[in-house]
């Protein structure tokens, strides 16, 4: 495959991304391809400027200048049409969840079935109650308050809520952030297995390595806004990248500096 | 510093707040009445303001008529016109005091709960999810709001102007010595439509103001729990300040007709 098909045959292409907060250079210069059906796993330490990656492919930010092509479509600068088009490909499972605490687990399971594809309440109820089953929840779960779920409970709920349109692309952010290490293997595992079982193009921001390694076909690392080192999952533990070998083995002397202040 | 440049930046500040919550409002009825409408969501923020509100403003506007028949018959006994008091009770409560402390208590009531709620979806990225969804915020949240306000607040009105009008009655027979058929006739005698209609007019516009500020500043909300109490008290005071200055000018617009 030369280069040029790489690059049209990529899911999502993003290419010269920039984006700042007044002075803060948050993302200065991001390249990146993720072929279709292909896991990345994007590390770096915090405020390196992951979430801000997600949030401009996203369209809930805009950059600053740079080009984000899903399926060859340019999304920057799409309007609030074109862009609610776009989003039906996308499915997310937030940090925190993210769960409308106005309204029942099933209810949000099934939002994007009731909202965008408009199914009729006794279907979407079906179909979420199947997606709880998918992510190892019972059906007496469904009319709990998400308030009522512990946190382990809640990413479920919110892993099943961002596969139950079945996407062409999942977002995961943090997804075992404040979770014990079983838990946290436990929403591993329901990751790699839906995004296998969708056949979707994954992209996970963490900084939790055993995650990493667990979801990832390949991994990218940045830092200060610009991807260091990219390559498949295997090859991480001897990539003579100093960044990566840093991050990697949690040490505090290295070429990364820390930042203070939050993005 | 330069003082002058203080008062031009405050302006400047002052204008740009303006011309946001211009957009956002322009906005959120544009996108709002493009439709799709959530009937579920309009229904319940309509229960929430309309029907979760009435023993609040019952309360105040019951209290509010009995001390406005104390005050006028004080002060109209002083040159022998005690019989205007039912007059001035009903035209006070219509006209002024219903609308405006209607909306002033449904300001505290459902403007600060409004900026809460969306606040802390805000922060917990709620509003976010929504947009991966999508669904559109302004169509799902502001609007059902914004409609919600504009429709519930000339009914709670309305149901103000009567009990106030009854709390005026209330103490115009027990304690000043009316004759219940009197009282009312005279309630009656002077009343217009448009004294009524114009305080239902300002009703409307005040429940959207308020609905409004709610979503505006709860929709602006940064940082954690700290910036949502902040958005909170902003949504009560800036509604509460626009509601005042709405009220003088929605009178000169129906006074000068």
Redesign the interface.
């Given at each position: 495959m030369t280069l040029q098909d790489a690059a049209t045959s990529a899911k999502i292409r993003i290419r010269d991304l920039h984006k700042s907060f007044g002075e803060k250079q948050v993302l200065a210069g991001i390249d990146l391809d993720v072929a279709e059906g292909e896991s990345l796993v994007v590390i770096g330490g915090s405020g390196t400027g992951k979430s801000v990656l997600l949030?401009c492919i996203?369209?809930?930010m805009q950059p600053d200048r740079g080009s984000i092509q899903i399926d060859g479509q340019e999304v920057t600068g799409l309007g609030?049409r074109g862009r609610?088009q776009v989003?039906?490909k996308?499915?997310?499972l937030?940090?925190?969840a993210?769960?409308?605490?106005?309204l029942p687990v099933w209810e949000n399971v099934a939002?994007?079935l009731l909202?965008?594809k408009k199914l009729g309440r006794t279907e979407a109820r079906a179909r979420a109650v199947e997606t709880l089953a998918r992510v190892g929840l019972g059906p007496d779960v469904a009319d709990l308050s998400p308030a009522e779920l512990s946190g382990g409970m809640q990413k479920r709920v919110g892993l099943g809520?961002a596969i139950a349109?079945q996407p062409e692309i999942l977002?995961f952010d943090e997804p075992t952030t404040g979770l014990d290490p079983i838990m946290a293997d436990v929403i591993n595992e329901l990751i790699a297995r839906s995004v296998r079982q969708l056949g979707a193009t994954a992209i996970s921001i963490t900084h939790d390595l055993a995650s990493a390694r667990k979801i990832a076909d390949r991994i990218a690392m940045l830092y200060r806004g610009k991807i260091v080192w990219q390559g498949p999952v295997g090859q991480i533990d001897d990539s003579g990248n100093p960044y990566v070998d840093q991050f990697i083995h949690g040490r505090a002397e290295g070429p990364i500096q820390l930042d203070v202040r939050a993005a | 510093m330069n003082p002058l440049a203080v008062i031009g930046r405050l302006f400047l500040g002052f204008l740009q707040a303006i011309g946001d919550l211009t957009l956002f409002a322009g906005r959120a009825v544009a996108?709002g009445v493009s439709g799709?409408w959530y009937p579920r969501t309009i229904v319940r923020q309509m229960i929430d303001i309309g029907y979760y509100s009435l023993p609040v403003v019952g309360l105040t506007a019951i209290f509010t008529g009995m001390v406005l028949a104390l005050q006028s018959h004080t002060g109209f006994s002083r040159f022998e016109a005690q019989s205007a008091v039912a007059t001035i009770v009903v035209l006070s409560m219509t006209r002024e005091l219903g609308p405006v402390l209607a909306g002033l208590m449904v300001a505290g009531r459902v403007g600060a709960s409004m900026a809460a709620?969306i606040g802390t979806?805000r922060v917990?990225?709620?509003i976010?999810?929504l947009?991966?969804?999508?669904?559109?915020p302004f169509k799902?949240l502001v609007w059902p709001r914004l409609l919600a306000g504009l429709l519930m607040l000339p009914l709670l009105v309305l149901v103000a102007d009567v009990i106030g009008v009854f709390g005026g009655y209330l103490v115009g027979i027990y304690k000043l010595g009316f004759g219940p058929e009197e009282y009312i006739r005279r309630t009656w005698e002077f009343l217009e439509v448009q004294d009524v209609v114009s305080g239902l007019v300002k009703a409307a516009v005040f429940g959207f103001l308020v609905a409004l500020m709610g979503c505006y500043q709860g929709y602006h909300s940064r940082g954690g729990a700290q910036g949502v109490g902040a958005a909170t008290t902003k949504a009560v005071v800036s509604a509460s300040i626009l509601i005042l200055t709405a009220n003088y000018v929605v009178t000169e617009i129906f006074f000068s007709r």
């Open positions: 949030k996203l369209g809930i609030r609610e989003m039906q996308f499915g997310m937030f940090q925190g993210a769960l409308f605490d106005s939002f994007g909202q965008a809520r349109t977002f | 996108q799709p709620e979806m917990t990225e709620q976010d999810a947009t991966t969804l999508s669904t559109d799902y």
